[in-house]
């Protein structure tokens, strides 16, 4: 009886220190980001690193010089982004994206870094298939 005991508490120890090492193995692989809602009810956010998440919301880009400007909405709320730097080429209106930097105290988030949010939905393209003439 001793035996079995000792043998469960060591398959139990084992058990526990694989779910360690998973756990901390895919919390470098996932992407967490806050929205803009969770953003303004966590005040004291402010001026610390995190990732933001939304829509880019139609008609909101513009360009300034090396100053990108838009805003992320998601449920309801929205926030403004300045973007230093040019961000990804499938970066658009209307498409989803995650930015990291830091929200200032004038309610702006200041980010240095944008990447977009793809769907895990493949739509072919809706442009017709033109054959390439090999002769």
């Known amino acids: 009886m001793r035996h079995r005991a000792g043998r469960v508490a060591l398959v139990a120890v084992l058990l526990a220190a694989a779910g360690l090492l998973v756990t901390s193995a895919l919390r470098d692989t996932v992407t967490y ?5 969770e953003l303004f009810d966590d005040p004291g956010v402010a001026g610390h690193r995190v990732r933001l998440g939304g829509d880019v919301v139609p008609g909101s880009l513009r360009h300034e010089g090396d100053l ?5 909405a998601e449920a309801g709320h929205e926030i403004t982004v300045e973007q230093r730097g040019a961000p990804p080429e499938t970066f658009r209106e209307g498409t989803g994206a995650v930015v990291e930097g830091t929200l200032s105290s004038d309610g702006v988030f200041r980010s240095d870094h944008v990447v977009v949010r793809h769907g895990n939905e493949y739509r072919p393209s809706s442009s017709p298939v033109v054959p390439v003439d090999a002769g």
Request: aromatic share 20%.
């Open 33 to 37: 980001y806050r929205t803009p809602g």
């Open 68 to 72: 990108v400007v838009f805003r992320l």
